[in-house]
């Protein structure tokens, strides 16, 4: 067994929890206040799920397109099925499931991804999706009807991979990604985009049929682990997040002169990588000046020509990403970074040339679902503190089609993407609780006629 088995449900949840409040007007919720949350359930399929693509070291490889992608799709179709959900795979590959409202209004959708990075961890993402499958179900178990239909969906390609295009599944969805693009994409060794998404039961000719609007969904929910230390460091265990960063990356490629490394001078050397390497000094600096939480730069790749040991590098490249809440950030830090760039280039004798490869605005989640996850919280007595994410996600492109929000749950040493990820149970326990809670709020609550949806 798992150590996520650590805890009951029973000593997270605080029975005779206050009913949710309407924002505005004081209304009574017909539901009980608390559903209960099925931990052992929970568990069960965590361990299973956990076991598709497992790593002696105690992670999981579930890349996308990768056997083991295929089999957790499998394996998610026939749990949707035994919950008695109304499954589908849309041309992308994206997973839905759907338990039928009684009033023919767009779902409440609740999910994430199922795919992992190479040899990463077992909680990035799929909790998520277990968690979205145990909120459902929590609430049929219950017994309890909803107006509008509760959808789970566990989202194609979330990670990078071989195709560059991670986030696939949700931008496709969100009409972020054309069909051209889709069509002409492939990964380094050849393989079209087109093969990959067939294989798990998508189809490129249909793709525009894969997208949605808020007339499908009336409010997305995504948790996930916090995949750093603000929460562990504040000991609370719930964090509601306000907004996704923005992603900029930027390829540099700085020629220099390759020479002899044994009679060339230092006075007379152009060496590339070592402006490189100021270039890196330069981003990590820049982002020091600037002294904000939400603003963070890092050059993660370097490659550099002749790559000979008695050669001084004739060229470097590098690929710089900058993370930014707030867009005058990221305008003061390349203003910045253009000038401390220009210095080096002079300084060095070398030509520095730039191109963008991303520019992703940052995505604030919406408010009303924030306060709802906040009141919820507080109804049920759980600390949580407000953040601001710092990694992307899902919820970044489903919040430009329709109502977004998430919650994070601690990371144990703000450990992710490697196999030692974990959260406790307890924690697990707590955020659903809730999301039930707030899913059964805004079931009343989220209607387009009163001016909140």
Request: hydrophobic share 45%.
């Amino acid at each position: 067994m798992s150590k996520v088995l650590l805890t009951n449900v029973a000593a997270v949840v605080k029975k005779g929890a206050r009913p949710l409040l309407k924002r505005g007007a004081i209304r009574q919720m017909k539901t009980p206040a608390v559903v209960p949350f099925d931990a052992n359930l929970f568990s069960a399929w965590f361990e299973s799920l956990s076991a598709i693509g497992a790593t002696p070291e105690g992670g999981v490889n579930r890349p996308f397109g990768s056997k083991e992608d295929r089999q957790v799709r499998a394996w998610l179709l026939q749990v949707a099925n035994q919950e008695r959900l109304t499954t589908s795979v849309d041309a992308i590959g994206n997973i839905w499931g759907t338990r039928a409202g009684t009033e023919p209004l767009p779902a409440i959708v609740i999910g994430s991804h199922h795919d992992s990075v190479p040899y990463g961890g077992r909680f990035d993402g799929p909790l998520g999706v277990l968690i979205a499958l145990s909120v459902i179900a929590a609430i049929t178990k219950a017994g309890i009807s909803t107006r509008h239909p509760l959808t789970f969906v566990s989202f194609t390609a979330e990670e990078p991979n071989p195709f560059g295009l991670s986030t696939l599944g949700s931008r496709t969805v969100a009409g972020r990604l054309t069909p051209d693009v889709l069509w002409q994409t492939q990964s380094s060794d050849g393989t079209v985009l087109q093969d990959a998404v067939r294989a798990v039961g998508g189809d490129l000719n249909q793709v525009l049929q894969a997208r949605r609007s808020d007339q499908d969904i009336a409010a997305f929910l995504e948790l996930h682990i916090e995949q750093g230390l603000r929460l562990i460091r504040s000991s609370t265990p719930i964090g509601v997040v306000t907004g996704i960063c923005g992603i900029y990356r930027e390829r540099v490629v700085i020629t220099g002169q390759a020479n002899h490394a044994g009679t060339t001078l230092l006075p007379d050397r152009h060496d590339a990588l070592l402006a490189g390497a100021q270039v890196a000094l330069a981003v990590e600096s820049a982002v020091a000046a600037l002294g904000k939480d939400d603003v963070i730069g890092t050059v993660g790749t370097f490659r550099i020509e002749p790559g000979a040991i008695n050669v001084i590098p004739g060229m470097c490249e590098l690929v710089l990403e900058l993370r930014t809440g707030h867009r005058e950030d990221l305008d003061a830090l390349r203003a910045d970074l253009d000038a401390r760039f220009a210095a080096i280039a002079q300084s060095r004798g070398i030509t520095l040339v730039r191109s963008v490869l991303l520019d992703q605005a940052a995505q604030p989640l919406d408010a009303f679902l924030q306060e709802t996850l906040q009141t919820s919280a507080r109804n049920l007595d759980i600390p949580y503190r407000d953040l601001f994410s710092m990694a992307g996600h899902d919820a970044t492109h489903m919040a430009s089609l329709t109502r977004a929000a998430m919650l994070f749950v601690p990371s144990v040493g703000g450990k992710s993407h490697c196999p030692e990820e974990f959260t406790p149970l307890e924690d697990i326990c707590r955020a659903a609780q809730v999301l039930i809670h707030s899913v059964l709020a805004l079931d009343e609550n989220l209607d387009r006629q009163d001016g909140i949806s």
